[in-house]
């Protein structure tokens, strides 16, 4: 009886030390959207152009294969994640009216300006 006794503490250690190591890591901010800034914070275009060049560059050093579309599509998620309500209306504007866009529609809208651009 004793030696069951032993094991319900050594249970409970386990399991808090568990749960205290699923909730630390899940609290932990994403790798991209730890420095991520909404656009509609930055000062200066310049500093806006600045942290997206930043961007790519990060983004293509970790995944050489990432195309453009991967690439934008990462940024829009960033976007919806940190809530960024502006830059997301401004997307949105872009579009045609009453166009009902998804989140796909803006990832090929800006898609589009970006090879118009290259």
């Given at each position: 009886?004793?030696?069951?006794?032993?094991?319900?503490?050594?249970?409970?250690?386990?399991?808090v030390?568990y749960?205290?190591?699923?909730f630390?890591?899940?609290?932990?901010?994403?790798q991209?959207s730890?420095?991520?800034?909404?656009?509609?914070y930055?000062?200066?275009d310049?500093?806006?152009?600045?942290s997206?060049?930043?961007?790519?560059?990060?983004e293509v050093?970790?995944?050489?294969?990432?195309?453009?579309?991967?690439?934008?599509?990462?940024?829009y998620?960033?976007?919806?994640?940190?809530?960024?309500?502006?830059t997301?209306?401004?997307?949105?504007?872009?579009?045609?009216?009453?166009s009902?866009?998804?989140?796909?529609?803006i990832?090929?809208n800006?898609?589009?300006?970006?090879?118009?651009?290259?």
């Amino acid at each position: 009886m004793k030696n069951k006794m032993l094991y319900i503490p050594i249970f409970f250690i386990l399991v808090v030390f568990y749960a205290s190591f699923y909730f630390y890591k899940n609290s932990t901010p994403k790798q991209n959207s730890i420095n991520f800034k909404c656009p509609e914070y930055y000062a200066t275009d310049s500093e806006y152009s600045s942290s997206i060049d930043k961007y790519i560059h990060q983004e293509v050093s970790s995944n050489p294969n990432a195309t453009a579309e991967d690439i934008m599509r990462k940024r829009y998620k960033l976007l919806v994640d940190n809530h960024c309500e502006v830059t997301l209306q401004n997307l949105k504007d872009k579009l045609p009216s009453g166009s009902g866009a998804t989140p796909s529609d803006i990832i090929q809208n800006e898609l589009k300006t970006y090879n118009s651009t290259k």
